[in-house]
């Protein structure tokens, strides 16, 4: 790539349109993670000496999620240094020859960053896997997915008494969720669209610390860092219409560079403040978990019901 880093002068190897900057590899790397503490600070994801879980999956967003609090955490450069407790938790969901690739990558992953690492078994947790959800016609496996991460994640974090819970969502993750609930009206939903949820009781805290760093960007830095995902896509990903939102985004962002961070800041910015106004549903304990959840019954435990234990 033509041109020169902005910052040393070094040969270009990344440019950022959205703002107008080139840079060689080590100031790119250097950029993210100092973005990213900026987005934590901005936010106050997280305070100095808090536990944090990260949720690893063992894909590109969370190693790199991963890698960015670890950098954080041994830097004693002011711009990017945050002093926390972090650890690590894969949730083995049970899918057969996609699974144990998973805990595996995220597993070696920790032990070349030093980060513990806790693996937690979904059949023993809930009493059935993802393949058995698979095997019984219902719902899309993905959203019956989306509620046993959620639940499972959220009692693992409390149990274990972290502060907050941090996932890999991305910029464009973002972008694409908001724009899709914006053309259906959803304003439930994005009443609840935050990139931080503060703890309430029986709930962790939830952060998004990647949340302003774009999909090209996580695929950059994790070549960069040498990070090796897991090869392999979930068996039972179906293309989500997420997919089409994000590619509408793509051909936006191009004509009009900093569409995407634009549209989710203006969001928080100046949408959800008005939404807040209107207040958000209340939660009471569930019936059957004690976890909190809107309804008598929270939507893991209805799932129960049908699913499991088989
Ligand atoms: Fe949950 Fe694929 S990872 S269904
Ligand atoms: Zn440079
Ligand atoms: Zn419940």
Redesign the pocket.
């Given at each position: 790539m033509a041109g020169r880093c902005k910052w040393c002068g070094d040969d270009m190897e990344v440019f950022l349109p959205y703002a107008r900057l080139g840079l060689c590899k080590s100031h790119f790397k250097y950029y993210v993670v100092r973005r990213v503490k900026r987005t934590i600070e901005r936010y106050g994801m997280i305070k100095p000496r808090e536990r944090v879980l990260v949720a690893l999956?063992g894909g590109k967003d969370s190693l790199v999620l991963l890698h960015v609090l670890s950098t954080m955490n041994e830097s004693n450069d002011p711009k990017i240094s945050l002093k926390c407790e972090v650890e690590a938790v894969t949730l083995d969901?049970g899918?057969r020859g996609?699974s144990e690739g998973c805990v595996e990558t995220a597993r070696a992953y920790c032990e070349k960053l030093g980060v513990p690492h806790h693996a937690v078994k979904m059949v023993e947790l809930a009493g059935f896997t993802?393949d058995d959800?698979?095997s019984r016609r219902g719902r899309p496996?993905?959203s019956?997915?989306?509620v046993?991460?959620r639940h499972f994640l959220n009692k693992v974090g409390v149990e274990m008494g972290f502060d907050r819970l941090a996932t890999g969502h991305n910029l464009d993750d973002e972008a694409a969720v908001i724009f899709s609930n914006y053309l259906s009206a959803n304003v439930e939903f994005l009443s609840r669209q935050s990139p931080i949820l503060p703890s309430r009781e029986g709930m962790i805290s939830r952060i998004k610390p990647l949340f302003e760093i774009s999909e090209r960007e996580t695929m950059i830095y994790a070549q960069f860092q040498g990070l090796t995902p897991i090869d392999r896509?979930?068996?039972?990903?179906i293309d989500p219409s997420t997919h089409r939102f994000k590619m509408v985004l793509n051909v936006l962002e191009k004509e009009m560079p900093a569409t995407k961070i634009r549209m989710v800041r203006g969001f928080l910015e100046r949408v959800k403040p008005l939404l807040e106004r209107d207040g958000t549903t209340p939660l009471r304990k569930c019936a059957m978990c004690g976890y909190p959840s809107p309804s008598e019954i929270c939507s893991f435990c209805r799932l129960r019901k049908n699913y499991g234990p088989m």
């Open positions: 999956s969901l899918i996609y993802m959800v698979a496996v993905c019956v997915c989306g046993v991460k896509g979930c068996p039972y990903a």
